[in-house]
């Protein structure tokens, strides 16, 4: 307490008022003061070191590559602590939960280590977003308000919604007093993701490339009604799309991603999003399929997208890519493979097939043109993401050249 009549610094103003909001459970003000203090968390070296020992990498500060900071070694806690604060700038009170979120993470990792499987980057500041947004969709509540709630949740509830946000696990809020992060039973779209992974399709000796479109759409029963198209859609409304928004922050990737990658490099020049270009010459030549540097620089790549949702369609259409690769190793790929335009002309596939079958819906599209209803589409089925991405890459590669039988190749 302070005494009257006495002056006091600016300082020790602020540590009062930290020290009193403590008290009375006032998260935001702690939160807020705490990073006009520039305080740090006990311990915030080694949770930064419990992750990288286990070839795990971090980043702070949001995408594109030129705000976010990754975390390769361990450093010394003034120096990780000075560049956690400078990366978020007059933003204190996210430079403080990015500690917690690091602590957290650092706790899960020792503690249930599977749940990291297939994630070899963790996005602090996009896992913060996520977690908001999460929040606000719980709550209905706006960005805004969702990013105030976050702030002033106490952090037992901060770190059980970050579990849950990891793990898939569903959970519910009760706002009838401070909010507190219910666990709910686990639904059938979080059991499912699970154990979602893009398999080859078993290949027949007539089978080509054109092949390939007519076995993932296999099952299909031509174009559904509009009723059953309705009810596809609002069953699972926003399903979807928050699950690839949840695998994309986390940077969760299906088993053998990276050798898949390295794969589809062989049969190509390059890969191609957004104008970044990962050259398959010197790459494939200094790294093996498997190697952690490969994997490293693959991510490098992907996390030149600032949206996670969109990260995760490149994702399956280059499980796409790799089908094909497998399906008929003697498919070259062209030069460099802009995998946004294939992206884009599965979009545009899906719109036409779905005003066909709902001429009077309306189609809202997000900020980079992708329409919200094929983020929302599940990968497989009818109407499903797979189906559009692999017609789009058979209207790409037919007619590209294939590799001759007398071909030798030269290690």
Same mark, same amino acid.
């Given at each position: 307490m302070l005494d009257e009549g006495k002056g006091y610094t600016v300082e020790e103003l602020l540590e009062e008022v930290y020290l009193r909001s403590a008290e009375l459970r006032f998260?935001?003000?702690? +939160?807020?003061?705490?990073?006009?203090?520039? !305080?740090?968390?006990?311990?915030?070296? /080694?949770?930064?070191? %419990?992750?990288?020992? $286990?070839? @795990?990498?971090?980043?702070?500060?949001?995408?594109?590559?030129?705000? *976010?900071?990754?975390? *390769?070694?361990? &450093?010394?806690?003034? @120096?990780? !602590?000075?560049?956690?604060?400078?990366?978020?700038?007059?933003?204190?009170?996210?430079?403080?939960?990015?500690?917690?979120?690091?602590?957290?993470?650092?706790?899960?990792? $020792?503690?249930?280590? /599977?749940?990291?499987? *297939?994630? #070899?980057?963790? +996005?602090?500041?996009?896992?913060?977003?996520?977690?908001?947004?999460? #929040?606000? +969709?719980?709550?209905?509540? /706006?960005?805004?308000?969702?990013? %105030?709630?976050? &702030?002033? #949740? $106490?952090?037992? *509830?901060? @770190? $059980?919604l970050l579990y849950h946000i990891i793990s898939g696990e569903e959970f519910r809020v009760d706002n009838g007093g401070p909010l507190r992060i219910i666990q709910e039973s686990p639904s059938v779209l979080a059991a499912a993701t699970k154990k979602i992974s893009i398999k080859a399709i078993k290949r027949r000796d007539t089978a080509g490339i054109i092949q390939l479109g007519h076995e993932v759409r296999k099952g299909d029963s031509g174009m559904m009604d509009s009723r059953e198209v309705e009810n596809r859609f609002s069953n699972l409304h926003g399903q979807w799309i928050r699950r690839r928004r949840l695998d994309g922050a986390l940077n969760r990737v299906p088993v053998g991603f990276y050798s898949n990658v390295w794969r589809i490099l062989e049969k190509c020049r390059g890969l191609s999003v957004e104008k970044h270009v990962m050259w398959s010459h010197p790459t494939i030549e200094e790294m093996t399929p498997g190697e952690l540097k490969f994997a490293l620089r693959v991510e490098t790549w992907l996390n030149r997208l600032p949206h996670p949702e969109y990260r995760q369609l490149m994702v399956e259409c280059l499980m796409v890519l790799a089908i094909v690769v497998l399906q008929d190793p003697a498919q070259r790929l062209g030069d460099i493979l802009n995998i946004d335009s294939l992206v884009y002309e599965a979009n545009g596939l899906f719109l036409k097939d779905l005003a066909s079958s709902l001429k009077d819906r309306s189609v809202l599209t997000s900020s980079n043109g992708i329409s919200e209803d094929f983020y929302d589409s599940a990968p497989s089925g009818a109407y499903g993401t797979m189906s559009y991405l692999t017609q789009a890459v058979v209207n790409r590669i037919k007619g590209m050249p294939r590799a001759s039988s007398h071909e030798c190749k030269v290690n």
């Open positions: 998260w935001t003000l702690v +939160r807020h003061t705490a990073g006009m203090l520039g !305080k740090q968390i006990e311990d915030l070296a /080694s949770a930064a070191t %419990d992750i990288l020992v $286990r070839q @795990k990498q971090f980043t702070i500060g949001l995408p594109p590559a030129t705000q *976010e900071i990754t975390i *390769e070694r361990p &450093m010394p806690p003034e @120096k990780l !602590k000075a560049l956690i604060y400078s990366t978020h700038g007059e933003d204190v009170s996210t430079a403080v939960l990015t500690q917690e979120i690091l602590a957290y993470l650092a706790m899960f990792i $020792r503690t249930e280590p /599977s749940l990291f499987n *297939e994630m #070899l980057r963790l +996005r602090i500041s996009l896992i913060i977003r996520v977690m908001a947004a999460e #929040l606000g +969709r719980t709550v209905n509540c /706006s960005a805004s308000e969702a990013s %105030d709630q976050l &702030m002033n #949740l $106490r952090p037992h *509830e901060v @770190k $059980r």
